[in-house]
């Protein structure tokens, strides 16, 4: 299978700490987006990382990229009861074809 | 400006019959994508289309095709309907001139399959 892995699946956190998913990933690609998704609904962009650049901030987002180990994290800082939700990584090889990975739930407790 | 939007929201068929899924992109989005989304496989790619064309296509069986009009709007349908064909089906739009836009998500048409 060409999708690709999230780690964790699942993360349970308090609000008001820091979350922190990983994807690994098996092609040469263009960019990796990550994405959220709340209950059963549509997807929705939360940033951009292209294959040249190791590190980017969002606000409370900081992804980081090694093309090197096929890998990249996504970082939430002092995180809300809104959070929660599902995170997904997808990359992008140039084919208009997104691959995405399996995902990570995230649960913030109030 | 208006969202992705897709119809219906929720279907509910039988093993054999087809289906007819729309999806309307963002106004002056000319790329259509459509993933199918199961607890089990997570999110899997159907295919693209840009201006009227196929773009690339993933591993389904032939009963899963689509077609893109010249007003940008989308439709997949799936034939012969399986037990597993139940899922999450998923549009987006992006502007896609080129490769590595951003994917604006519909809310996705939740397909059982009885």
């Known amino acids: 299978s060409q999708q690709g892995e999230e780690d964790p699946q699942a993360l349970s956190i308090q609000e008001g700490e820091n979350a922190t998913m990983n994807c690994s990933y098996k092609?040469?690609?263009?960019?990796l987006q990550w994405y959220r998704q709340n209950s059963g609904r549509g997807l929705v962009h939360l940033i951009l990382?292209?294959?040249?650049?190791r590190e980017k901030h969002s606000g409370r987002l900081r992804v980081t990229l090694d093309t090197s180990k096929k890998s990249s994290s996504l970082l939430i800082t002092a995180s809300r009861a809104a959070d929660t939700a599902s995170y997904f990584c997808?990359?992008?090889?140039?084919?208009?074809?997104?691959?995405f990975g399996t995902g990570t739930r995230l649960k913030v407790l109030a | 400006k208006a969202g992705v939007t897709q119809t219906p929201r929720y279907l509910i068929k039988t093993r054999g019959q087809q289906v007819t899924l729309s999806c309307s992109p963002i106004?002056?989005?000319?790329?259509v994508s459509w993933y199918q989304q199961t607890p089990g496989q997570g999110l899997q790619f159907l295919f693209e289309?840009?201006?009227?064309?196929?773009?690339n296509k993933g591993n389904f069986p032939g009963r899963f095709s689509g077609r893109q009009f010249s007003n940008s709007r989308s439709e997949m349908n799936v034939s012969t309907l399986e037990l597993g064909d139940s899922a999450l089906y998923l549009c987006?739009?992006?502007?896609?001139?080129?490769?590595?836009?951003?994917?604006?998500f519909g809310s996705g048409t939740q397909l059982s399959v009885l």
């Open positions: 987006a739009s992006s502007l896609n001139d080129r490769v590595g836009e951003k994917l604006f």
């Open positions: 997808a990359t992008d090889t140039g084919t208009y074809k997104y691959i």
């Open positions: 092609t040469s690609i263009n960019n």
């Open positions: 289309y840009f201006s009227e064309t196929q773009r």
């Open positions: 106004s002056g989005h000319r790329s």
């Open positions: 990382i292209r294959s040249n650049e």
